[in-house]
């Protein structure tokens, strides 16, 4: 019975973490196709929640390599999945905190090796999985975006600079609602995944599901698609309030081979069970696609926060997870632990809201927020 | 090392060259569509209907070459879940 509270608590957070994934993300998804006119705000973040749901039917390998790929299955317990999730939380929060760049799939990641590392030692992570499944591919994928977007867009401009320009830009805006529908799906058939690969994590952890046959319940796999579904649809109503100023600049032809780029990528990550930031991906991709134009264009800034996003997260993440386990274990091996941390972390998250509130309503609101640079990315 | 050195490497390359590929043909083929559809519109402006009938059928060739493409991308996707 106490395992089963712990679980509970577990699929909670994760939930919640994916809603917050979903909410983060649905800039990254939309925002080209509303910076070039393709497509109004509220119709474009209706259509990315949907598609996000739908992705997460599309393939389960990210699941599986999240589930199992990373650390010794017998090796976890709720506890240790616990630990791993708030320690993800607990960095993406601090990072938010102090501006700097994040990556929360690394994150998550990141917070589960750390955690089961502190509880079972070294052994109980999968040094080859890591660099495999997830530090080579987090390096590798923004690359590809970038460069299948540059050469995509050098040779789409050969192609259409004989005719108007005017007829090129409708007719990339047109082909940017499905661009635009497609990278969203992507985004659902990874992202959605690292959630789902975590709770049946979980699951084997509390002994509801054999190790043996590891595979992702259909129950997950909804929770989880509603979670990210419903982010990606509170998340942009925030973002059409707030997108205005800082948004990309870039013409229609460049947001479609972007979009094409960033979900060819992701797709083909997520056949192969990658792991990927999404962020990133899409970064790269729009990153090509302007260097494709014109090299001045691009805002290289990106890519230095990508480069301290991966450096930093994947340990910090883990080191902040292990001091997490470390702190759970003072309390024993029952439930204490995560209740007591769980009831301190949603009293903070009240008091920070109330706090946030209290500003507002004394001081200037923000008022713009770049939709693709958001120091926590997917 | 060596177990990254078969299996992944062959993996990854694949995904690499599949989405390289995927981002070139599809923008192609939708950039040919775009291009096909207006030089149709301008022929037929010019009473030159037969050219405009050929640019018209290869633009529709090409985007359904193109959307074709995207759903075989996706169909592959699921298939290796």
């Known amino acids: 019975m106490s395992v089963d509270i712990i679980l509970v608590i577990v699929v909670a957070t994760a939930l919640a973490f994916d809603f917050t994934n979903g909410f983060h993300d649905t800039a990254n998804v939309v925002a080209t196709s509303i910076s070039t006119r393709a497509i109004g705000p509220r119709r474009a973040i209706a259509i990315a929640s949907a598609l996000n749901f739908v992705g997460a039917f599309v393939s389960l390998k990210v699941a599986d390599t999240v589930g199992k790929g990373f650390v010794d299955t017998h090796a976890v317990t709720s506890t240790v999945v616990y630990a791993g999730l708030i320690g993800a939380i607990t960095w993406n929060l601090m990072t938010w905190y102090v501006g700097l760049p994040s990556s929360s799939s690394h994150a998550l990641i990141g917070g589960l090796v750390g955690s089961v590392i502190a509880a079972k030692g070294w052994s109980a992570a999968s040094g080859s999985g890591i660099l495999d499944k997830l530090v080579i591919p987090a390096v590798v994928a923004p690359l590809v975006a970038f460069g299948a977007a540059w050469l995509a867009v050098s040779v789409v401009y050969r192609i259409v600079r004989s005719v108007r320009p005017g007829g090129v830009s409708r007719g990339f805006k047109l082909g940017q609602v499905v661009s635009g529908g497609l990278l969203a799906l992507s985004h659902g058939t990874n992202d959605a995944q690292k959630t789902m690969g975590l709770i049946t994590l979980a699951l084997v952890a509390s002994g509801k599901l054999s190790a043996a046959r590891f595979h992702v319940p259909t129950w997950v796999v909804i929770a989880a698609a509603t979670a990210i579904s419903l982010g990606t649809f509170t998340g942009g109503w925030r973002i059409i309030k707030t997108m205005g100023t800082k948004i990309i600049s870039m013409d229609p032809a460049q947001g479609f081979v972007a979009q094409t780029a960033g979900a060819a990528v992701i797709l083909a990550a997520s056949s192969g069970g990658y792991p990927l930031s999404t962020t990133h991906v899409i970064s790269g991709g729009i990153t090509g696609a302007g260097a494709g134009k014109r090299l001045s264009a691009v805002r290289w800034g990106v890519a230095g926060e990508i480069v301290t996003a991966w450096v930093l997260t994947l340990p910090c993440a883990a080191a902040v997870a292990a001091v997490v386990y470390a702190i759970l274990r003072l309390f024993g091996p029952g439930d204490a632990g995560p209740i007591v941390l769980t009831v301190v972390l949603v009293i903070g998250l009240i008091a920070v809201f109330l706090r946030a509130r209290g500003a507002r309503g004394h001081g200037p609101v923000p008022t713009a927020v770049d939709p693709s640079l958001g120091t926590t990315q997917g | ?81």
């Not at chain 2, 301008?42 to 759903?71: D, F, H, K, M, Q």
Request: hydrophobic share 60%.
């Open chain 2, 1 to 81: 090392m060596t177990a990254f050195a078969t299996g992944t490497v062959g993996d990854l390359l694949h995904v690499v060259w599949s989405s390289i590929l995927a981002s070139v043909v599809v923008s192609v083929l939708f950039a040919g569509a775009v291009v096909g559809l207006i030089r149709a519109g301008e022929l037929r402006r010019s009473n030159r209907g037969g050219s405009a009938t050929a640019y018209a059928a290869a633009s529709v060739v090409a985007l359904a070459l193109c959307l074709a493409a995207v759903v075989y991308g996706v169909i592959l996707v699921s298939q290796k879940s």
